[in-house]
């Protein structure tokens, strides 16, 4: 099995910053790609945005330029920086990774974490 433990949720004004963290726990894995996505109350669930193991990025164009997703391959943890927040980011996020333990991949969904951002 493996763990994803989320961090850093809150409540923010616009034009603030938050940084989530997202860490990994288990035994015999190898990670792969990790993202973050989020589902706001009536919407479908999206991704925000995603980062593989060699580093490459992948950005929701609604958060291009303001979020920074990054990973510390060695502690299994992947973070997202906000800034410039705005009212219509408010949303549960959920971190998400993609791991191959024992030859067989599989995703894992964190518990989310709550971001509100008050106008």
């Known amino acids: 099995q493996v763990q994803l433990v989320e961090s850093g949720g809150g409540l923010v004004q616009a034009g603030g910053s938050l940084r989530l963290s997202c860490a990994a726990s288990?035994?015999?894995?190898?990670?792969?790609?990790m993202g973050w996505y989020r589902q706001a109350p009536g919407k479908q669930r999206e991704l925000v945005a995603r980062?593989?193991?060699?580093?490459?990025?992948m950005y929701a164009d609604s958060v291009k330029g303001r979020f920074t997703i990054s990973r510390d391959n060695a502690e299994n943890t992947v973070y997202l920086q906000m800034n410039s927040l705005k009212p219509e980011d408010t949303a549960v996020y959920y971190c998400n990774t993609n791991v191959n333990r024992f030859g067989i991949l599989s995703d894992y969904w964190g518990q989310g974490t709550q971001v509100t951002v008050s106008s």
């Open positions: 980062i593989n193991s060699g580093g490459s990025t």
């Open positions: 288990g035994s015999s894995f190898v990670i792969y790609v």
